[in-house]
């Protein structure tokens, strides 16, 4: 049996006139939620062809690639609940009873929440994988997805199994759960929010404290720890970025739960924040994990710390090691070096500006040589390159194949022919 809630009153009601002066912050709301409708959808179907590419090539996927695969359609359901603004702003009002209020109401409950969910779960695997270096079993990992899914829309259906089409009313100047409602927003919804922002918060900063901890104590190479440190610093980037979305919005219900409503312009302020939570993380991860969204070739799974790219970060040499020789006389005196480059390593002699001489008026020659070799490994950027011509040397087609190898056959038939 449904449960009817108490009357509308004039704040859950019909709005028949938008305010003048609201009709500019909600066309904002409608532009961030438009924006990042667009930007997840692409990277959405992005993912979707290369994991299908994946499939198809190398019988296997990548964790995290799945996750960020989720977190996407969750930013899609968020931003359209906000797109869907355009019809109050089209007909000046917002109407309770045209099915685009329930609509509104569905997609702000499960795209926040599911938004909160996988920038959590996100931030979970993150630590697993970089300070434990764990991972579940494919079996144990997709189960998780579903039982997470399942939490998602399970909270939004429990109000609308009590409630029905009356759940979703008006609630400032777009559709939400009734105000009258506190514990049915606060548990289904406010409380996992508020739960998911110190719980980012908490996780990337263990991360960011171990990651530190490490360099310290001298667990990666001076080169190594230089990246490592500036991907600690990038990592503050997640948390920062999905509390400062969602906070606004979060503690403006919450005040309006305690009897204190916000104005309709923090309202829409907030809304245009919490809407940006889409073009946000399809910026963050583009920039920052681009190798794992990229790559032809599905990432291991075992790549930890690897998988991340500080792009404000200088990058190293590429591709080589640093190769430095001295050189001294029998005396042992260094002397000034020089400097000589060759392709990507780089030499260093040192000698002296008489040395000539010196060889021809000693008796005895003894020359002692001490050679730095220091390497460090492949950063994202090598493994796009070194990507890009392995396609670029490969045949495009069965028949191109042929046609190389049937040209390698000749060549070599021609060299064995005697002049």
């Not at 009601?13 to 961030?32: M, Y």
């Not at 606060?186 to 490490?214: D, K, P, S």
């Amino acid at each position: 049996m449904m449960l009817t809630p108490e009357p509308l009153d004039p704040d859950a009601n019909t709005l028949p006139s938008l305010p003048p002066h609201i009709h500019h912050w909600l066309r904002a709301v409608v532009t961030f939620g438009f924006l990042s409708f667009v930007t997840s959808v692409t990277l959405w179907l992005l993912l979707i062809y290369r994991l299908i590419q994946w499939q198809i090539k190398s019988k296997r996927t990548n964790q995290f690639v799945i996750l960020i695969f989720n977190l996407v359609w969750a930013d899609i359901q968020q931003s359209l609940a906000f797109v869907l603004n355009i019809e109050w702003l089209r007909i000046s009002a917002v109407d309770i009873n045209s099915p685009i209020c329930w609509a509104q109401g569905w997609f702000v409950s499960t795209g926040d929440l599911a938004s909160g969910v996988w920038c959590f779960t996100i931030g979970l695997h993150t630590f697993a994988s970089v300070i434990l270096d764990y991972r579940l079993k494919p079996r144990y990992f997709y189960a998780t997805i579903m039982v997470l899914w399942t939490f998602i829309y399970g909270c939004s259906i429990v109000g609308v199994g009590m409630y029905g089409k009356d759940l979703y009313v008006r609630a400032g100047v777009w559709c939400w759960i009734h105000h009258n409602l506190n514990d049915l927003r606060l548990w289904t919804h406010y409380f996992w929010i508020f739960l998911f922002e110190f719980g980012n918060v908490i996780i990337y900063a263990i991360i960011y404290t171990m990651l530190l901890q490490r360099i310290r104590s001298g667990y990666y190479t001076a080169i190594e720890a230089e990246r490592v440190k500036a991907i600690a610093n990038l990592m503050v980037v997640y948390p920062i970025v999905y509390v400062i979305c969602t906070l606004p919005l979060a503690s403006a219900r919450m005040a309006s739960m305690s009897g204190q409503p916000p104005s309709l312009a923090r309202l829409c302020l907030a809304g245009a924040m919490i809407t940006s939570n889409g073009w946000l993380d399809v910026l963050l991860y583009t920039l920052t994990r681009r190798i794992m969204v990229f790559s032809d070739e599905p990432p291991p799974d075992d790549n930890g710390i690897d998988t991340f790219s500080a792009f404000w970060a200088e990058s190293g040499r590429r591709f080589g090691a640093a190769t430095t020789i001295e050189a001294t006389h029998s005396a042992g005196e260094m002397q000034k070096p020089r400097r000589i480059r060759t392709g990507r390593s780089l030499a260093t002699i040192n000698t002296g500006n008489e040395s000539s001489d010196d060889l021809c008026g000693s008796k005895d020659i003894k020359l002692v040589t001490t050679t730095h070799i220091t390497s460090e490994p492949a950063q994202p950027e090598d493994y796009l390159e070194m990507e890009a011509e392995a396609r670029r040397k490969r045949p495009r087609t069965p028949v191109g194949r042929w046609s190389e190898e049937s040209g390698n056959m000749k060549e070599f038939q021609l060299e064995r022919i005697p002049d």
